[in-house]
């Protein structure tokens, strides 16, 4: 006998019985995003491998290691999206979106990333993304980390993350601080890993992202790129970090914060947790203006963040109260062939009269005994009966199975409001 075919290394399915945990935290972020006046775009999960390349870079591990490449029909190397805000960024150019407008947009799907998989990292991984267009200031900046900070209270999270915050200044700042990190790192080649070693002239500031214990002495005591950053540059922030302290918002500066992507510029940010041991980062992003010439677009304005939809469930998880299995509120037993079709027509009157009812009709037949046990393991509210009785009757019986009450037999009308009632 063949073997079963199993799911590939990485991408996990989500089970009937998870479902309604991911269904609850999308339901918060699109109220949350739509009480903010963000709208949502749909990106195509396949784009041309050249974006990944000119946006990612092409010395970063998701480009070198990490992306699901292939060459389709016609020649063109195709990818998996790694990340979504190439993709927004190349729509919005694509479709005039940036010309003398502003724009925010989310999105949320499936990403893919050849990597090791581990708790809380997939290869194939679901998120979030917020991208905001034309604005300038910090004031847009600020707008995104407190939309951010609305779902972790609305998720009853918040008491679990903390808000991490830095600036990278310009990329002519950037620059220049790039050449003081070298010379030092260069000073100190024996204490450095193969990774840094390989990023030192490359991607230098990813250096000072190591997780290597062994190299945070050497981290701490290197150059930070708040000492040069411009006027300019230090104002942003400072009316950033001046707007979340009036709304009270609490945050850490982590002056070595950089993000794993050189378009990065100005503000950065993490949402960070201890909650979940190595993977402690739910929530990151920043402003990115420098992206949209690096496309071919007109120099403009961008700043978005992205998160990881499996890192958040997994603290949402240990909050109490929170809906995590699919909640039915009424379970139809139909017994008998007579009583089967009447149900299922009266079924769809009671749907039509109350459309937020959770209504599941037996299917299968079977005794009543057996089918009443299904209703009662169907975790159901009620359970409408219709049995020889019933149709004679022209009516039907409503049994609470969570209460000590009385069953009824009622009128279809009466039923429907009785179970308007008791939602």
Request: proline residues 2%.
């Given at each position: 006998m063949a073997n079963n075919i199993q799911a590939i290394r990485g991408m996990h399915d989500i089970l009937p019985e998870q479902s309604p945990l991911w269904q609850y935290a999308e339901q918060v972020f699109r109220d949350v995003l739509g009480a903010y006046g963000y709208s949502e775009i749909r990106l195509p999960l396949v784009e041309k491998t050249e974006l990944f390349h000119r946006s990612i870079g092409e010395v970063t591990d998701i480009v070198e290691k990490e992306m699901y490449s292939f060459d389709d029909r016609n020649g063109d190397s195709l990818t998996l999206r790694p990340e979504g805000t190439a993709g927004c960024l190349r729509a919005a150019?694509?479709?005039?979106?940036?010309?003398?407008?502003?724009?925010?947009?989310?999105?949320?799907?499936?990403?893919?990333r050849h990597e090791r998989p581990q708790k809380g990292r997939y290869r194939q991984f679901?998120?979030?993304?917020?991208?905001?267009?034309?604005?300038?200031g910090p004031d847009i900046d600020a707008e995104?980390?407190?939309?951010?900070?609305?779902?972790?209270?609305?998720?009853?999270?918040?008491?679990?993350?903390?808000?991490?915050?830095?600036?990278l200044g310009t990329i002519e700042e950037r620059t220049v601080y790039r050449g003081h990190l070298v010379d030092y790192f260069n000073g100190h080649l024996d204490q450095l890993d193969a990774d840094s070693l390989r990023r030192l002239n490359t991607n230098p500031l990813r250096i000072l992202?190591?997780?290597?214990?062994?190299?945070?002495?050497?981290i701490a005591n290197a150059p930070e790129l708040t000492e040069f950053l411009g006027a300019e540059s230090k104002a942003h922030f400072q009316a950033l970090t001046d707007?979340?302290?009036?709304?009270?918002?609490?945050?850490?500066?982590n002056t070595r914060l950089v993000r794993g992507l050189d378009y990065y510029s100005k503000t950065v940010f993490e949402w960070v947790t201890d909650a979940l041991g190595a993977q402690g980062t739910i929530c990151a992003g920043g402003r990115y203006d420098s992206l949209i010439g690096q496309l071919g677009g007109k120099d403009n304005y961008a700043i978005g963040f992205a998160m990881g939809m499996e890192r958040i469930l997994a603290l949402v998880e240990t909050v109490p109260g929170i809906a995590k299995t699919h909640k039915i509120d009424a379970y139809m037993i139909c017994v008998g062939d007579e009583a089967g079709q009447l149900g299922m027509r009266w079924a769809e009157t009671i749907r039509d009269a109350l459309p937020t009812l959770k209504l599941q009709v037996h299917c299968g037949g079977g005794s009543f005994k057996n089918q009443f046990k299904k209703a009662d393991k169907s975790g159901a509210d009620y359970a409408i009966i219709l049995g020889e009785d019933e149709v004679a009757q022209g009516q039907v019986s409503i049994?609470?199975?969570?209460?000590?009450?009385?069953?009824?037999?009622?009128?279809?009308?009466?039923?429907?409001s009785l179970l308007r009632n008791g939602l």
């Open positions: 150019l694509e479709h005039g979106l940036l010309h003398n407008q502003v724009h925010r947009l989310w999105y949320y799907g499936p990403m893919f679901y998120q979030l993304g917020v991208e905001a267009y034309g604005m300038a995104l980390i407190l939309l951010s900070a609305r779902f972790w209270r609305k998720l009853g999270i918040f008491d679990k993350v903390v808000l991490e915050l830095n600036s992202d190591s997780k290597n214990p062994q190299m945070q002495g050497l707007t979340l302290t009036a709304v009270g918002i609490r945050y850490q500066l049994k609470a199975l969570r209460e000590e009450r009385a069953q009824q037999t009622l009128s279809l009308t009466d039923a429907i």
